[in-house]
């Protein structure tokens, strides 16, 4: 099977993306690209944490067009719904395999899996269970092509989150840790870091956990 993957240049998924590639690279011909006009054509195309736009012209050139999505669609449609959700303190988050369509994040679904948090975990500890979770659904991909039988959304039913900016993580400094350690925790450090402004200067935070030593 001829596979095509197109990841934003950058995203931390893309070493998930090239441990995949290397899995199944004995039994399909996989491309890992990071911008559209790289693709070649074949049998089923993945977009993964992409930000291009991908037409129908592109489309066209694969049998199936495929996105994850971190929302319980049609809930949660549009931009960061892992981050959205977490701020509002679910621990809970489904995370969906679907074919790639013009209006955002409408197309028929094709499986949905369960991701699930305790609330004490990190960006990057929080990512990896997420990026496991998209190679499965890659996997499941690959073998239930012929055979899949997709559902509908619910129109009705769709709501759909913003997209964030990097004001969004600032800190405020009245607030206490608790009541901020959502915000702190889902921060990525390297392209959006948590921050804070006082006395006139802005201030980038970090967090990482320590082991704990018995006294």
């Not at 955002?104 to 899996?113: E, N, P, R």
């Amino acid at each position: 099977m001829r596979i095509s993957i197109l990841c934003s240049k950058g995203h931390p998924v893309t070493l998930f993306l090239k441990r995949w590639q290397k899995e199944n690279s004995d039994l399909h011909s996989i491309e890992l690209v990071n911008a559209k006009h790289e693709l070649l054509g074949g049998d089923i195309l993945f977009l993964i944490s992409c930000h291009e736009i991908i037409g129908l012209d592109i489309r066209s050139m694969y049998q199936k067009t495929l996105v994850i999505h971190a929302s319980d669609l049609p809930r949660g449609r549009g931009w960061s719904p892992l981050v959205w959700q977490i701020l509002e303190g679910h621990n809970c988050i489904t995370v969906s395999l679907l074919e790639a369509e013009d209006a955002v994040d409408s197309g028929k679904i094709w499986t949905q899996k369960k991701m699930y948090l305790e609330g004490h975990e990190l960006y990057n500890e929080i990512n990896d269970q997420l990026f496991q979770i998209e190679l499965d659904l890659l996997s499941f991909a690959v073998d239930n092509l012929q055979s899949i039988k997709p559902r509908q959304q619910e129109v009705s039913e769709a709501t759909y989150y913003t997209r964030r900016n990097p004001g969004q993580s600032k800190l405020d400094t009245m607030k206490s840790i608790a009541d901020q350690f959502d915000l702190l925790r889902i921060s990525d450090p390297q392209r959006y870091p948590a921050f804070f402004d006082f006395a006139g200067h802005r201030y980038k935070i970090e967090i990482s956990k320590i082991t704990i030593e018995e006294e």
